[in-house]
T-cell receptor, first 116, second 116 residues
Framework: DVKVTQSSRYLVKRTGEKVFLECVQD?????MFWYRQDPGLGLRLIYF???????EKGDIPEGYSVSREKKERFSLILESASTNQTSMYLC???????????????FGNGTRLTVT | AQSVAQPEDQVNVAEGNPLTVKCTYS??????LFWYVQYPNRGLQFLLK??????LVKGSYGFEAEFNKSQTSFHLKKPSALVSDSALYFC??????????????FGSGTRLSIRP
């Protein structure tokens, strides 16, 4: 069974702090994602990575950056946290092959970030 | 552009009654369609998907969904609701013309509440 692990369940940070959210998957998946979940807005893609050191902006990348130095680990970075970044952050992964274009996403349990 | 609509923010059903959670989509090509469930303080879990073939798809926990191409809908159904089905449900669509796994769009979510 695929396991996607997010290092923190809850985080409280101050405005202006640099924040790191970590995600690790154990199934050798090529694709990894960071989503933001807000009530009434569903899930919005922040960044996507399809290989080590490769990334693609999602729908709402402003104020965020990512790092993927190893295949199993995908980090989301808030360069200078702001109160409007208070949200639930979800990491996900899928395999990537022509057979896998219909593969479902495997999600971590989420990190609830509060910026004060 | 792709889009997914879940027209009901909340659905309330009595235990033992049938339930339906609605989803309509808009894509230019043929879609892959997914349903996910989210329990409190957890990530999303995959329930079922439509790829091709039979319009009625069966998934986990007794759920099924019906693909209707003419109405561009993919409603989630269960013949007899359980209290434990209470959760947040998300519909997602992916246009199969796109090879990038990042082209997955989520609906805004529907909260299902089953009363004993």
């Amino acid at each position: 069974d695929v396991k996607v692990t997010q290092s923190s369940r809850y985080l409280v940070k101050r405005t202006g702090e640099k924040v790191f959210l970590e995600c690790v998957q154990d199934m050798d998946h090529e694709n990894m994602f960071w989503y933001r979940q807000d009530p009434g807005l569903g899930l919005r893609l922040i960044y996507f990575s399809y290989d080590v050191k490769m990334k693609e902006k999602g729908d709402i990348p402003e104020g965020y950056s990512v790092s993927r130095e190893k295949k199993e680990r995908f980090s989301l970075i808030l360069e200078s946290a702001s109160t409007n970044q208070t949200s639930m952050y979800l990491c996900a992964s899928t395999p990537d092959s022509w057979q896998a274009t219909n593969s479902p996403l495997h999600f971590g349990n989420g990190t609830r970030l509060t910026v004060t | 552009a792709q889009s997914v609509a879940q027209p009901e923010d909340q659905v309330n059903v009595a235990e033992g009654n049938p339930l339906t959670v609605k989803c309509t989509y808009s894509v230019s090509g043929n879609p892959y369609l997914f349903w996910y469930v989210q329990y409190p303080n957890r990530g999303l879990q995959f329930l079922l998907k439509y790829i091709t073939g039979d319009n009625l798809v069966k998934g986990s926990y007794g759920f099924e969904a019906e693909f209707n191409k003419s109405q561009t809908s993919f409603h989630l159904k269960k013949p007899s609701a359980l209290v434990s089905d209470s959760a947040l449900y998300f519909c997602a669509v992916r246009d199969r013309r796109y090879s990038s796994a990042s082209k997955i769009i989520f609906g805004s979510g529907t909260r299902l509440s089953i009363r004993p």
